[in-house]
């Protein structure tokens, strides 16, 4: 079974701190996702990766950056929290070209920033 | 920007009944999928439907689509008190993406079935 590995479950954090999310998948996917998960609004796509070293931003970028120096491994970085970066963030693998697109989910990473 | 909307935001329901969600999206798709997330953890895949198919089954879900309405609907029948679950629906973005995996994900549906 794929399995996407989210380092941290929960986490606390105070304004201004670097926050780094970890996540890495071990089924050799060249797709890789950061979603952010908040009530009422569901899922938004921060950024994506398509190969290493690649990134795109997805719909909610701003505030985000991201870090694929491996296939296995896609990172997301928070520069400077604050407290609307509050949520749950997910992270999803799934296969490249030859793929329909079903993504593989870790377990979440729940931020909180005080 | 969302792109798929599910209907109802919640579902009451004892066990045994079945549950129907209904999800509309905007553009048009290569596929549309629906995943359940577990209270508090992340979503699993339940199904994929593509473009030119009407109808899927997979154990006790069924999954229609029509394309013309832009709308799918999923139904879980015999539910069971394990059936608890948010359940979303997601379509790739455009035309062409569907390779990259990038999905668009509505709101979802909160069910809640009662032993």
């Known amino acids: 079974d794929v399995k996407v590995t989210q380092s941290s479950r929960y986490l606390v954090k105070r304004t201004g701190e670097k926050v780094f999310l970890e996540c890495v998948q071990d089924?050799?996917?060249?797709?890789m996702f950061w979603y952010r998960q908040d009530p009422g609004l569901g899922l938004r796509l921060i950024y994506f990766?398509?190969?290493?070293?690649?990134?795109e931003k997805g719909d909610i970028p701003e505030g985000y950056s991201v870090s694929r120096e491996k296939k296995e491994r896609f990172s997301l970085i928070l520069e400077s929290a604050s407290t609307n970066q509050t949520s749950m963030y997910l992270c999803?693998?799934?296969?490249?070209?030859?793929?329909?697109?079903?993504?593989?989910f870790g377990e979440g990473s729940r931020l909180t920033v005080l | 920007s969302q792109q798929g909307e599910e209907d109802p935001q919640a579902l009451s329901i004892q066990e045994g009944e079945n549950a129907t969600m209904n999800c509309s999206y905007k553009?048009?798709?290569?596929?549309l999928q629906w995943y359940r997330q577990n209270s508090g953890r992340g979503l699993v895949h339940l199904i994929l439907?593509?473009?030119?198919?009407r109808e899927k089954h997979s154990g006790r879900l069924r999954v229609t689509l029509d394309t013309s309405k832009k709308s799918s609907s999923l139904l879980i029948t015999a539910s069971r008190a394990a059936d608890t679950a948010s359940y979303f629906c997601?379509?790739?973005?455009?035309?062409?993406?569907?390779?990259?995996?990038?999905?668009?994900f509505g709101q979802g549906t909160t069910l809640q079935v009662k032993p």
């Open positions: 999803a693998s799934s296969l490249g070209q030859s793929s329909t697109g079903e993504l593989f």
């Open positions: 089924m050799d996917h060249e797709n």
């Open positions: 990766s398509y190969d290493v070293k690649m990134k």
């Open positions: 553009t048009s798709i290569n596929n």
């Open positions: 439907i593509r473009s030119n198919e």
């Open positions: 997601a379509t790739d973005a455009d035309r062409g993406s569907s390779n990259t995996g990038k999905l668009i």
